[in-house]
Protein backbone atom coordinates (compact mmCIF):
# COMPACT_ATOMS: atom_id res chain seq x y z
CA UNK A 1 0.00 0.00 0.00
CA UNK A 2 0.86 3.62 -0.91
CA UNK A 3 0.02 6.35 0.77
CA UNK A 4 0.10 9.87 -0.37
CA UNK A 5 -0.23 12.81 0.73
CA UNK A 6 -1.15 16.13 -1.09
CA UNK A 7 0.01 19.75 -0.30
CA UNK A 8 0.73 23.11 -2.30
CA UNK A 9 -3.02 24.54 -2.33
CA UNK A 10 -4.57 27.75 -1.60
CA UNK A 11 -6.19 30.49 -2.88
CA UNK A 12 -4.79 32.36 -5.55
CA UNK A 13 -5.76 35.57 -7.88
CA UNK A 14 -6.23 34.75 -11.96
CA UNK A 15 -2.97 34.66 -13.79
CA UNK A 16 -1.36 33.71 -10.73
CA UNK A 17 0.67 30.30 -9.67
CA UNK A 18 0.76 27.70 -7.73
CA UNK A 19 2.85 24.39 -7.33
CA UNK A 20 1.46 21.10 -5.81
CA UNK A 21 2.82 18.20 -4.41
CA UNK A 22 2.57 14.41 -4.20
CA UNK A 23 4.28 13.51 -1.46
CA UNK A 24 4.13 8.89 -1.50
CA UNK A 25 5.10 6.93 1.70
CA UNK A 26 7.42 4.10 -0.17
CA UNK A 27 10.22 4.00 -2.56
CA UNK A 28 8.31 1.96 -4.95
CA UNK A 29 6.55 5.01 -5.62
CA UNK A 30 8.91 5.52 -8.66
CA UNK A 31 7.86 2.28 -10.27
CA UNK A 32 4.59 3.93 -11.20
CA UNK A 33 2.51 6.23 -13.38
CA UNK A 34 1.20 8.91 -10.69
CA UNK A 35 -1.41 11.40 -11.74
CA UNK A 36 -3.27 14.44 -10.99
CA UNK A 37 -7.12 14.84 -11.47
CA UNK A 38 -9.42 17.20 -10.19
CA UNK A 39 -13.24 17.67 -8.83
CA UNK A 40 -14.87 20.86 -8.86
CA UNK A 41 -18.32 21.26 -6.64
CA UNK A 42 -20.67 19.04 -8.79
CA UNK A 43 -18.94 17.61 -11.06
CA UNK A 44 -17.25 14.80 -12.34
CA UNK A 45 -13.47 13.67 -11.10
CA UNK A 46 -11.86 14.61 -14.19
CA UNK A 47 -7.99 13.99 -15.31
CA UNK A 48 -5.37 16.87 -15.62
CA UNK A 49 -2.37 15.10 -16.41
CA UNK A 50 0.08 11.88 -15.57
CA UNK A 51 3.76 11.70 -15.80
CA UNK A 52 5.79 8.04 -15.78
CA UNK A 53 7.90 6.11 -13.40
CA UNK A 54 10.71 7.14 -14.90
CA UNK A 55 9.55 10.90 -15.77
CA UNK A 56 10.35 10.80 -19.50
CA UNK A 57 6.81 11.26 -20.54
CA UNK A 58 3.99 13.34 -19.90
CA UNK A 59 0.47 13.88 -20.68
CA UNK A 60 -2.34 16.65 -19.77
CA UNK A 61 -5.87 17.54 -20.31
CA UNK A 62 -6.53 19.70 -23.35
CA UNK A 63 -7.69 22.13 -20.82
CA UNK A 64 -4.43 22.61 -18.94
CA UNK A 65 -2.00 21.87 -21.29
CA UNK A 66 0.62 24.85 -21.90
CA UNK A 67 -0.04 25.96 -18.21
CA UNK A 68 0.22 23.47 -16.12
CA UNK A 69 3.81 21.38 -15.89
CA UNK A 70 3.87 17.78 -14.20
CA UNK A 71 7.53 16.58 -12.77
CA UNK A 72 8.70 14.36 -10.48
CA UNK A 73 11.55 13.40 -8.14
CA UNK A 74 12.07 10.29 -7.61
CA UNK A 75 14.50 10.28 -5.10
CA UNK A 76 11.88 12.47 -2.96
CA UNK A 77 9.30 10.12 -3.84
CA UNK A 78 7.08 13.36 -4.75
CA UNK A 79 5.49 14.55 -7.69
CA UNK A 80 5.27 18.14 -8.35
CA UNK A 81 2.08 20.13 -10.43
CA UNK A 82 3.30 23.59 -11.37
CA UNK A 83 0.11 25.32 -12.32
CA UNK A 84 0.32 28.84 -14.26
CA UNK A 85 -1.90 31.59 -15.59
CA UNK A 86 -5.02 29.66 -13.10
CA UNK A 87 -8.50 31.12 -14.33
CA UNK A 88 -11.48 30.68 -11.93
CA UNK A 89 -11.92 27.40 -13.64
CA UNK A 90 -8.97 25.57 -12.36
CA UNK A 91 -11.05 25.86 -9.08
CA UNK A 92 -11.23 22.20 -7.43
CA UNK A 93 -10.13 19.62 -4.96
CA UNK A 94 -6.53 18.23 -6.44
CA UNK A 95 -5.85 14.77 -6.00
CA UNK A 96 -2.96 12.63 -6.80
CA UNK A 97 -2.73 9.02 -7.73
CA UNK A 98 -0.45 6.50 -8.93
CA UNK A 99 -1.42 3.66 -11.53
CA UNK A 100 0.15 0.44 -12.88
CA UNK A 101 -0.55 1.51 -16.87
CA UNK A 102 1.63 3.06 -18.48
CA UNK A 103 0.38 7.48 -18.92
CA UNK A 104 -3.15 5.74 -17.71
CA UNK A 105 -5.99 8.94 -18.16
CA UNK A 106 -8.76 7.37 -16.84
CA UNK A 107 -9.66 6.80 -13.30
CA UNK A 108 -10.31 3.73 -13.63
CA UNK A 109 -6.76 2.58 -13.55
CA UNK A 110 -5.51 4.69 -10.72
CA UNK A 111 -5.90 2.57 -7.85
CA UNK A 112 -4.18 4.18 -4.95
CA UNK A 113 -5.12 8.42 -4.16
CA UNK A 114 -4.57 10.58 -1.57
CA UNK A 115 -6.75 13.14 0.18
CA UNK A 116 -6.87 15.87 -2.44
CA UNK A 117 -5.60 19.68 -1.54
CA UNK A 118 -8.11 22.79 -2.18
CA UNK A 119 -6.98 25.03 -5.13
CA UNK A 120 -9.44 28.50 -5.53
CA UNK A 121 -8.94 31.00 -7.95
CA UNK A 122 -10.60 33.75 -7.31
CA UNK A 123 -11.63 36.75 -10.24
Known amino acids: QIQLVESGGGLVQAGGSLRLSCAAS????????TGWFRQAPGKEREFVSA????????VYADSVKGRFTISRDNAKNTVYLQMNSLNPEDTAVYYC????????????????WGQGTQVTVSV
Open 97 to 112: ATAAKLLATARIDYNY
Open 26 to 33: RRTFGSWT
Open 51 to 58: ITSSGSST
